[in-house]
């Protein structure tokens, strides 16, 4: 952990003697004209609007810059100053463990925070493809679900799709306190102002806190700042897994960074064709998952969980469908089983992960397969039991499904002390 002098001499070293200023030249729309910028400045830079607040440069031509600004842009006139203050960067450090900052590393909790030695890009290419490792050893997560049937494994990038409501935020809190990791990176993008404090104080904890970095960019925040959000948790997780710690990426949610991505983009000029978001969509949340997962030799691991919202359990809207292809596995919630009572609301048959069959022994995913089988048996033939049309003795494997379902069902809702001991309990439910 650095000292006050050497964030101190961050701050300085981030100072220029001269500063190139441009001005306004026309607003409307939610964003600006500025011109005497644009032979200097690149997509993406960041800068200072009359001293009052930031913007981010979504447009270059000739003579102007078109920027869209992190506040309302009431207030501002004509002529008044812009300062480029180049790329977008954020300084990490080892005191913000146990922090709640904003997407511009700026604190949320009310107490000082220092930035790190070294200012690191928000927009990092991930580790070389050739250089990365596989994917590392099992986790226990606490839960019997993921420490059974959809195992969770080091350096692992999974979608968790839900509808709202449905125990999302529960789950991912599950995994904020449950994961083996060293570190825990949390984006909350686009949440309701109202939940951030709950999330941290009550649904992650004390517990939780210990270990995490809350990087929070609430719903009333602009476009920029939302997407900046995801971008800066993932800096963020770089930095921890460049000094070789495994973190936990929780994203909340990557439909929020899509459609924060998809104002920028329509501003700019793009045409939303893909039912609603521009193209350049799938590259934006392709770029960031590929940031997540194993590291190089010498470097820790990202482990990512990325959230979608899916209205009416729709897995084929563009952003499930984009995430979903770059993942390595997928866990659907759904709405019906919230509802009878059983959280976490896991639909195992919709659920994949990609880190089986090698995740597992083959005498554990025999066990997989069987309670898989079973679970299938029964999706099939409930409608036809429940009303009563099902004459026991007709099938042997529908009457091993209506007699073993309940136990299954209510082990995918069971806590666990382990991965071993998940299984004895899988084990019990099968006979």
């Known amino acids: 952990m650095q000292s006050p002098f050497q964030a101190l001499g961050t701050k300085i070293e981030g100072i220029t003697a001269v500063r190139r200023v441009g001005r306004i030249a026309a607003l409307g729309g939610g964003t600006l004209r500025v011109t005497g910028l644009s032979d200097i400045a690149a997509l993406g830079d960041r800068v200072a609007i009359s001293g009052r607040f930031g913007g981010e440069v979504v447009e270059i031509g000739t003579d102007t810059l078109t920027v869209i600004c992190d506040e309302a842009i009431e207030g501002l006139a004509l002529q008044d100053r812009v300062e480029l203050e180049g790329a977008m960067s954020v300084a990490p450090d080892d005191s913000w463990i146990g922090r709640v900052i904003d997407p511009l590393g700026r604190p949320l909790d009310g107490r000082p925070l220092l930035p790190g030695p070294h200012a690191r890009s928000l927009r990092a290419a991930p580790p070389q493809p050739a250089e990365r490792r596989a994917m590392g050893d099992r986790l226990a997560t606490g839960m019997a679900a993921f420490d059974t049937l959809l195992p969770l494994v080091r350096g692992q990038r999974i979608g968790l799709f839900a509808g709202s409501g449905v125990g999302k935020s529960t789950l991912l809190a599950g995994f904020a306190r449950g994961v083996q990791a060293d570190i825990v990176v949390i984006a909350l993008i686009g949440e309701r102002g109202r939940e951030l404090r709950e ?161 597992a022994t083959a005498e554990q995913n025999a066990m997989i397969g069987r309670a898989r089988q079973i679970m299938g048996t029964w999706d099939k033939a409930e409608m036809m039991v429940q009303a009563g049309l099902y004459a026991k003795g007709s099938d042997p494997q529908v009457d091993l499904a209506v007699r073993l379902w309940p136990k299954l069902d209510a082990f995918l809702a069971e806590r666990s002390t382990g991965v071993t001991h998940a299984f004895q309990r899988l084990e019990a439910c099968l006979r």
Request: charged share 25%; aromatic share 4%; hydrophobic share 45%.
């Open 199 to 359: 999330f941290v104080e009550t649904v992650l904890g004390p517990e939780g806190m210990a270990r995490a970095v809350v990087i929070a960019a609430t719903s009333d925040r602009s476009a920029p700042v939302r997407r900046r959000c995801a971008l800066t948790a993932m800096t963020v997780a770089e930095h921890f897994r460049d000094r070789g710690h495994h973190v936990l990426l929780l994203a909340d949610s990557i439909t929020r960074f899509a459609e924060a991505h998809r104002e920028m983009a329509v501003a700019a000029g793009e045409a939303a064709s893909l039912r609603g978001y521009p193209p350049s969509t799938s590259h934006a949340i392709m770029s960031l998952a590929e940031r997540a997962g194993p590291g190089t030799e010498g470097a820790g691991d990202i482990t990512a969980v990325f959230s979608v919202l899916v209205a009416g359990s729709d897995m084929e809207e563009p952003v499930a469908d984009i995430l979903r292809g770059t993942i390595d596995g997928h866990v659907v919630l759904d709405r019906a089983i919230a509802e009878r009572g059983r959280f976490p609301a896991i639909d195992i048959l919709r659920s994949v992960s990609r880190s089986l069959p090698a995740a």
